[in-house]
Structures are given as structure tokens and as C-alpha cells.
């Protein structure tokens, strides 16, 4: 197999990943690499077609990338009073085998004792934050879940920095999470949790 073959492969190979993937902005990056190195591929080749199709596939995915990062997303939080309620239901049963991937220990009963949200973007339920208080100054995150489509680090940087000020007007200083899920621990350590040395798989971080 000679390098032509392989830069051929490998572009096919991104490309196929790509269109498996649920967030739009990940199948967007990963399919702008996938289809500028396919594009690479005609060049090398002189497949002019192949060239120009993945070339214009690439721009569009570039298009959109630039138009998602121009965008500026409407965050809120809508409490849950009822914890019966009919949507809360229907959102769990939905999305119940996604929300046990990163929260396997998650029971509804947990909820009865709890203070739950749903995460709005663009007044859309973008997620699910809730969280039982341990003590005055103390909480922690039973469940703070992104469903697929907005699968990023914003639902959390509004929950953790943006709106941090409802927990703090509660009068409280910490927050702690705790996971064994790799995933989970990378998504907690950006957005500024630190590892607590005296717990396994438990996280902390301060309310400033």
C-alpha cells in the first residue's frame, strides 16, 4: 500500500466516523478533517471530482462551524417543583440508558430529597441538574446530565461559573461530584474541579 492509498483511507475512514457521531459540532470538525484529507487524496491523484466535491464539502463544514461559534447560546435554569411531573418523567425514561452510561448509580428515588433543574439553551431542555444539599455550606451533584445534541462543557460552565450565584445566595461554598467514569472526570477537571485526595473518585470545587 503505497501513502497515496493510505491518505485515501484514512479520509475515508474520518469520514465514515464522522457521520456516526450525534453532536452536530463534533461530526462537523471531524468531518472537516475526514474531507480535507479526501480532498488531499484527489489532488495527489489528480481526481479532480473527488477533489472539488470534498474541497466544497469541506468549506461548508467550515461555514457552519464559524456560524455555530459566531452564535450565542440563551442559558436559564427552570426548576422542577412537582418531582412527579409528567415532562421529568418522560425526559428520564427517555434518555435513561445515556443518563446510567455517566450516572450508574442514579435511582428517581434520589430525586424526592433533591433540588432539581433542567438546563434551557436556547429555551430548549438542553439537561438536567440536580443536586442534594450534605450541609449549609456543602452540596453535592447527583446527576448533572447534557443530552446528546449539546454535548459540550457549556451546560456546566453556565451552571458552575454563569449561575453560580443561586448557590451561592443559598449560602453555599462547595460542590462535590463523584464518578468513577473517565469521561465524567475529564468533563469535571475543565470545568475546575479538583481531585479530593481523602475520598476515591470524588471531585471538589469552591464556589467563587
Do not use: W
Not at 477533489?51 to 467550515?62: H, K, P, Q
Not at 451546560?155 to 463523584?178: C, D, H, M, P, T
Amino acid at each position: 500500500m503505497n501513502l497515496y492509498e493510505i491518505i485515501g483511507y484514512a479520509g475515508s475512514v474520518i469520514v465514515a466516523v464522522s457521520l456516526m457521531m450525534k453532536n452536530i459540532r463534533y461530526l462537523r470538525n471531524v468531518n472537516l478533517i475526514g474531507s480535507s484529507t479526501f480532498a488531499l487524496y484527489g489532488l495527489l491523484l489528480k481526481a479532480y471530482p473527488v477533489f472539488l466535491l470534498n474541497g466544497f464539502i469541506a468549506l461548508v463544514d467550515v461555514y457552519y462551524l464559524y456560524e455555530m461559534n459566531k452564535k450565542k447560546d440563551y442559558f436559564s435554569l427552570m426548576p422542577v417543583l412537582d418531582k412527579n411531573h409528567l415532562y421529568l418523567n418522560k425526559f428520564l425514561d427517555f434518555y435513561k440508558n445515556d443518563i446510567a452510561k455517566y450516572f450508574p448509580g442514579f435511582t428517581r428515588d434520589e430525586i424526592k430529597e433533591a433540588n432539581c433543574f433542567f438546563i434551557l439553551r436556547n429555551l430548549m431542555p438542553a439537561g438536567l441538574f440536580i443536586y442534594r444539599e450534605i450541609s449549609p455550606e456543602k452540596i453535592e451533584v447527583i446527576v448533572d446530565y447534557a443530552i446528546p445534541d449539546f454535548r459540550d462543557t457549556k451546560n456546566g460552565q453556565f451552571v458552575y461559573y454563569a449561575e453560580s450565584n443561586f448557590l451561592k445566595a443559598k449560602g453555599y461554598k462547595e460542590i462535590v461530584a463523584r464518578t468513577s467514569i473517565a469521561k465524567h472526570q475529564n468533563y469535571l477537571e475543565k470545568l475546575g474541579f479538583y481531585v479530593d485526595s481523602e475520598k476515591v473518585n470524588s471531585f471538589v470545587k469552591k464556589i467563587e
